[in-house]
């Protein structure tokens, strides 16, 4: 079973996209000699570029990129069966609960050991690339990674399958609930005396400092750091043969390994498979939905019978309302009928969002009227264009997720329909930002205007455009929150939204590159939906 979960999320896209970032990962763990980034230095030195190096770097910047960024490719295992109808198979089964958990758990360590396997084996070639050392050792190569970085993975694959059972995580309210518990362990986990070893930057940091301190380098108050940092000037190498893992250590790696197991197994305690006898299994959606593949139907109201004998008539045929087409088929263009179409997405992107949404939107929206622009801009659009980020996740991945593909296939208008689909987040991106655009036109900030409005088109083409190639919600949550996490930490080479700024003017990319990259993205998820009908054809 844990091979078929295997199996069946490397042929994923998700697992494409998380597979390439972690081997760009790789990349900017061992950046160029007289390069202005590093991921870990301790002040202004690095280690050489030896193997113990390059593997002890790279292993640690993985496990902060595979730990917060795997769990969106490994997590919903449990609802994939239940959607898919393979819960009822397993229910009647006499696979015991916990076996069944225990098969997911492994079945995620090895979708995210196979990543770290792939970031392993680029190690060698980012050490002989960059020259320093040529000597390739494997075991101080690829000894950080089982040390440092798998027993972090198992942890990882272990809340994974915890959260599935959790009817408050399962939804994509876990999603959002992981990108910020994630960070806050990892960054505990720095600390020297975090439990069961933390990150791991203990070994690494004290041999960096002992190194140091054997060739006369005072460090006059330098910190270990890990992370994507910006240096001004490039760090100075100095030999370093690598960490010593001492038994205590490694004791409490496999403790921590020991304790992953037991949060994967811990919900059989509750979780009762997709028994209908024993309760929900994962539950029906809210509103009355029930999870594709089941084979249940929601009850509602039915026709009378007709009389024994009468002839049925046949059913009207009529286009879709709000097409702009008439009765044959043929198009009428945009006009009234797009303006219907756009009505009834934005009816379906809002439709079960609760009374907490909107109440967080309009404070948002009002505190943004009353603050300074820049207060606005820096700390209310940021704050105000991650909020939707569950609704934006639904745009171009719904009819896939809840089965419509088929149907939406036969639309007479499918082109009209996807693009209603984009400009209903880009009324959403619209809504939640409004406050802050108030007063960005108030103040005759037509810089912060114009990247605003490149924002407000930008998120929604991206949802759209990664919700139409991974058929998932998951991929535009993975990735737009670290997207939107690097900007409020004002990277400006990533700000979308106009919120990094310089003596008071937008230091980010020109408002008219991001309005083009935003119609490039729907421009792939228009051609990536025309592909896919083409093919059904």
């Keep these: 079973m844990a091979l078929g979960d295997f199996r069946d999320r490397v042929r994923r896209p998700a697992y494409a996209v998380t597979l390439l970032a972690a081997v760009g990962l790789g990349l900017l763990a061992v950046p160029p000699a007289d390069g202005h980034w590093a991921i870990l230095a301790l002040g202004s030195h690095r280690g050489e ?28 295992g449990l609802g994939r069966d239940e959607e898919t109808g393979v819960g009822l198979l397993l229910a009647a089964t006499p696979l015991r609960t916990a076996d069944l958990l225990l098969a997911k758990f492994l079945g995620n360590l090895l979708v995210l050991g196979s990543m770290l396997g792939v970031l392993a084996l680029t190690t060698p070639a980012l050490q002989l690339v960059r020259g320093e050392d040529r000597a390739v050792d494997p075991l101080a190569l690829l000894t950080p990674f089982l040390v440092l970085t798998l027993p972090l993975l198992a942890m990882t694959a272990a809340v994974a399958v915890l959260f599935e059972t959790v009817p408050l995580l399962r939804t994509g309210l876990g999603n959002v609930a992981w990108f910020v518990l994630a960070p806050a362990l990892l960054i505990a986990g720095e600390s020297p005396g975090a439990p069961f070893g933390g990150l791991g930057l203990g070994p690494a940091a004290a041999s960096l400092s002992d190194g140091l301190a054997a060739r006369g380098v005072e460090l006059g ?33 496999l403790l921590l390994v020991v304790l992953a197991v037991g949060v994967a197994v811990l919900p059989a305690l509750w979780f009762h498979r997709f028994d209908p006898a024993r309760g929900a299994g994962l539950g029906a959606d809210r509103g009355g939905r029930v999870p594709l593949g089941t084979g249940a139907v929601p009850a509602g109201p039915t026709a009378p019978a007709a009389p024994a004998g009468a002839p049925v008539p046949a059913p009207a045929l009529r286009p879709p309302v709000g097409t702009g087409t008439t009765a044959d088929g043929s ?37 943004g009227l009353a603050v300074p622009p820049e207060v606005g801009v820096g700390v209310l659009l940021p704050a ?16 896939a997720e809840y089965g419509l593909e088929v149907l939406l296939g036969a639309y007479p208008a499918a082109r009209s329909r996807l693009v209603a689909e984009w400009a209903s987040g880009v009324v959403l991106t619209a809504l939640v930002g409004a406050g802050v655009l108030v007063r960005l036109v108030a ?5 912060g205007t114009a990247a605003w409005a490149a924002g407000a088109l930008f998120v929604p083409s991206l949802a759209l455009a990664l919700g139409a190639l991974s058929r998932t919600h998951r991929l535009f949550q ?16 990533l700000d979308f939204m106009g919120t990094v700024r310089r003596a008071g003017q937008p230091a980010g990319p020109s408002p008219l ?17 025309s592909a896919r009908r083409a093919a059904r054809a």
């Design 221 to 253: 108050g330098e910190e270990f750091s890990l992370g994507l940092t910006r240096v001004d000037a490039p760090l100075e190498p100095f030999p370093w043969d690598g960490a010593a893992f001492g038994a205590g250590f490694l004791t409490q790696r």
């Design 384 to 399: 105000a264009w991650v909020w939707p980020v569950l609704l934006w996740s639904r745009l171009g991945s719904r009819a």
């Design 443 to 447: 103040a005759g900030d037509a810089d």
């Design 513 to 529: 590159l991001v309005a083009a990259a935003a119609l490039v993205l729907l421009g792939v998820a228009l051609l990536t939906s």
């Design 478 to 493: 993975a990735l737009y929150l670290p997207l939107w996490y690097l900007v409020v930490n004002q990277v400006a080479a």
């Design 49 to 76: 570029y030896n193997s113990a190096y390059v593997g002890t770097a790279t292993a640690l910047a993985g496990a902060l990129w595979l730990t917060l960024g795997g769990f969106y490719v490994v997590r919903k």
């Design 331 to 367: 198009g009428s263009g945009f006009g009234a009928g797009f303006g219907r179409l756009l009505a009834g997405e934005v009816r379906i992107l809002f439709g079960d969002t609760s009374r907490w949404w909107w109440l967080g939107a309009a404070v948002l929206g009002l505190v």
